[in-house]
């Protein structure tokens, strides 16, 4: 039972737009805690995708959006691509420690 | 860019201790505003923060693994490790070291190691 909840997968065609939601409470998002998103694709490690609530690492494209509000927060994938399909995860802080959301698996139609 | 590496044993027997060690290149892994992670990431994909280490030293553990987990650091070598006594399989997992930068009173990982696979059986 992961502190943060995520979907745990979401699905669009090529070109379509889709959101990925990251559920806390008040001891962490909900506290003040910035959230931090990462990609995995099949094989590798996580990658950085988003730090700071909306902020893009270099290399990372533009089509990637985040954002935060209360307890919640969501990554936006617009122009979907089949090289976004992959698992996704938001990160924040809980009573101590670095927390994770169970991951969601974005599949392109 | 910095770059990271594990090494370590991949297949331990119940009760065993394991050792992981992380070489870090590109970059230096004394000094600076980042600090040396371990996260282990379950065979069904759930991620969990293991523990941190600064350049000074000093250490922050998860809670849940804090009596079985010691995290060092060796400057001169260029790593840091990990140790994690009485493992069970439970403790089946990738284990990834990663740099931290804390930000927003949450700190996130910018650069992760490949992984590597440990097995906990009998």
């Known amino acids: 039972q992961s502190v943060l909840t995520q979907p745990p997968s979401v699905s669009g065609a090529p070109g379509q737009r889709v959101t990925i939601s990251c559920t806390g409470d008040?001891?962490?998002?909900?506290?003040?805690?910035?959230v931090h998103w990462y990609q995995q694709l099949p094989g590798t490690a996580p990658k950085l995708l988003m730090y700071?609530?909306?902020k893009r690492p270099s290399g990372v494209p533009d089509r990637f959006s985040g954002s935060k509000s209360g307890t919640s927060a969501s990554l936006a994938i617009t122009g979907l691509q089949a090289e976004d399909e992959a698992d996704y995860y938001c990160?924040?802080?809980?009573?101590?420690?670095?927390?994770f959301g169970g991951g969601t698996k974005v599949t392109v139609l | 860019q910095v770059q990271l590496q594990e090494s370590g044993p991949r297949l331990l027997k119940p009760s065993q201790t394991l050792s992981l060690t992380c070489t870090v290149s590109?970059?230096?892994?004394?000094?600076?505003?980042?600090?040396w992670s371990w996260i282990r990431q379950f065979p069904g994909k759930g991620l969990e923060w293991i523990g941190y280490i600064f350049h000074s030293g000093s250490t922050h553990r998860n809670p849940s693994l804090k009596s079985r987990v010691i995290i060092s650091l060796d400057t001169s070598k260029h790593q840091f490790s990990l140790t994690l006594d009485s493992v069970t399989a439970a403790d089946t997992a990738v284990y990834y070291c990663?740099?931290?930068?804390?930000?927003?009173?949450?700190?996130?990982?910018?650069?992760w190691g490949q992984g590597s696979l440990v097995t906990v059986s009998s």
């Open positions: 990663a740099r931290g930068l804390l930000y927003g009173g949450a700190r996130f990982f910018d650069s």
């Open positions: 590109g970059g230096s892994i004394g000094g600076g505003g980042s600090d």
């Open positions: 700071g609530n909306n």
């Open positions: 008040s001891s962490n998002i909900g506290a003040g805690y910035d």
């Open positions: 990160q924040s802080y809980d009573s101590g420690l670095e927390v």
